[in-house]
């Protein structure tokens, strides 16, 4: 118990969650199943739950990972579709909210504005602005759940001649509800996974859609409905059946993941045979073959080989071109080439953010992230009672959300049973460690933010691994009292303060 002045302190809540995407859900769940008897809270920014799921809305929104493993490994994905629409997905993730007792701890249209770590106390003093304004809650421990991306300024380049452009301009992140597109000339700039699944999705409707990239991008199509996940659901218990649909898809990816950074040749020319045979005529280097390996940049899913349909039926096209500017009816290349359009989508990729841009302090003083290492992949060096989910970059999101929601439940069991306020994973100044560069990817908007990331070192526990597997395993085995987090009492720490 926390004293102030000699006096309990009480905390509004055991944990405060930020968050209820996807990760905030996870982890409620969690300390429903491992930890009953805590109290939390779940503050969501935004009018409903859902997090990702309910902020984009632009046509056609999907999953970029099969639901088998985008699903939470305690509640199986029955949906037919294994590449799912965001609709099922927000529908999925209400039916967990609702029947694990989740929905009556979220706080909606509620906003963390800063939180403070009040180390005399162990407690963390939160700012919130809610429908009625300003106020503050106390919490023992804090849960960041909000993403890694900012929701509210996404990358959006200033192309040169933007004000003059006579159309609408709008980016997938903030798509207006009743956009009218029907038989207009649409050009969707960017070839990621959210231009992937718009052009087809626009070209239902539009005139024409044209993709403008400026490289072009790796893609594979995949069957929407996985048939080895049907017959082991129409043969085996559910439960059981989510189980090994689960295992292998997480082991198939892994596989295909380490034999595209080990072989990447290979992997290459299997991705450019099945682009050649989906496309035949209309194959060709410029537009189809990227100038990186596979898996240098996320790998995006085609469902159904939608995209590669569209494009043969002549209701899109692919353009590979840099723009030189915008003008009144369309988009200049610096080719000279002109792309007429009466919408242009700047679907050009994320902004990343660190603990959903929360002011983050310790007795007053800003956190800044990048003089911290991460441990065990969800907190960090010398930093007391926080935890953020920070999924995987080639591979689920959820897998690693389960992970540091059950990891999380764990630490806050041991400083139950030790009697401890505080906890914090020690490294002293003269630590040794080396630090690595885990985000080996060349994706923008992950080279954009690196020199906002905090540090990850070579090997585990200090290493924000990109293997989920070798987490598991290690997750298994290490103890959570592994003589690197310090459990400590309120007076311990008022002791070191002085």
């Known amino acids: 118990m926390a004293m102030s002045h000699g006096q309990p ?103 963390v504005v800063s939180a403070d770590f009040r180390a005399a106390e162990g407690l963390w003093h939160v700012t919130v602005q809610g429908p009625e304004g300003a106020s503050g809650l106390t919490a023992r421990f804090l849960y960041f759940a909000s993403g890694y991306y ?11 001649g933007r004000e ?28 990621g ?24 991008t790796w893609m594979s199509a995949q069957p929407r409905r996985d048939r080895v996940a049907r017959l082991l659901q129409a043969l085996l218990p559910r439960r059981l059946a989510y189980r090994l649909i689960r295992a292998k898809n997480v082991r198939f990816q892994d596989y295909v993941f380490k034999t595209a950074r080990q072989q990447p040749g290979k992997v290459g020319a299997f991705l450019t045979r099945a682009a ?7 194959y060709n280097a410029h537009d189809w073959l990227p100038p990186y390996g596979p898996w240098e940049q996320r790998l995006c899913l085609v469902p159904d080989g939608d995209l590669f349909e569209t494009l043969k039926a002549g209701k899109a096209s692919v353009v590979t071109g840099r723009i030189a500017r915008f003008d009144a009816t369309g988009i200049v290349l610096e080719s000279g080439r ?21 002011k983050v302090m310790l007795d007053g003083v800003k956190v800044n992230w990048r003089k911290h290492f991460f441990y065990r992949a969800c907190m960090f060096s010398n930093v007391p009672n926080l935890a953020v989910a920070f999924g995987y970059l080639n591979a689920a999101w959820t897998l690693r959300a389960d992970l540091t929601a059950s990891y ?21 100044e003269d630590h040794g460690l080396v630090e690595d560069n885990v985000y080996q990817f060349s994706s923008g908007y992950i080279q954009r933010a690196l020199p906002l990331m905090p540090k990850s070192a070579r090997t585990l526990p200090w290493r924000l691994n ?17 003589g690197v987090l310090r459990f400590e009492s309120v007076v311990a720490n008022e002791k070191e303060i002085a």
């Open 408 to 428: 999380v439940c764990d630490v806050l069991n041991a400083l139950r049973e030790k009697r401890a306020d505080v906890v914090r994973p020690w490294l002293p």
């Open 193 to 216: 996974a959210t231009a992937v699944t718009l052009v087809p999705a626009l070209a239902e409707k539009a005139a024409h859609v044209t993709m403008l990239q400026r490289t072009p």
């Open 150 to 160: 900012d929701y509210d300024s996404p990358h959006d380049p200033s192309f040169a």
């Open 9 to 111: 302190v009480q905390p509004d809540f055991d944990v405060l969650i930020v968050g209820a995407g996807i990760s905030g859900i996870s982890m409620a769940a969690h300390l429903g199943m491992k930890c009953p008897g805590l109290r939390y809270a779940v503050i969501e920014r935004r009018e409903r739950l859902g997090g990702t799921w309910d902020l984009f809305r632009y046509p056609g929104v999907r999953s970029d990972s099969d639901m088998y493993t985008l699903g939470f490994g305690f509640e199986p994905w029955t949906d037919k579709d294994a590449i799912a629409d965001g609709d099922r997905i927000l529908a999925y993730l209400d039916r967990v909210a609702g029947t694990r007792g989740i929905s009556p701890h979220i706080r909606l249209g509620t906003r």
């Open 164 to 191: 003059t452009f006579g159309g609408t301009v709008v980016h997938p992140q903030f798509w207006p509800e009743g956009l009218d597109y029907a038989g207009k000339q649409v050009v969707v700039i960017g070839s």
């Open 338 to 358: 002109h792309l007429d359009a009466d919408v242009i989508v700047t679907a050009t990729g994320l902004r990343l953010a660190m603990g959903g841009q929360v």
């Open 466 to 482: 990109q293997d989920y597997r070798e987490d598991l395993a290690d997750y298994r085995t290490r103890p959570v009292d592994d």
């Open 276 to 282: 050649r045979k989906a496309l035949g005529p209309l």
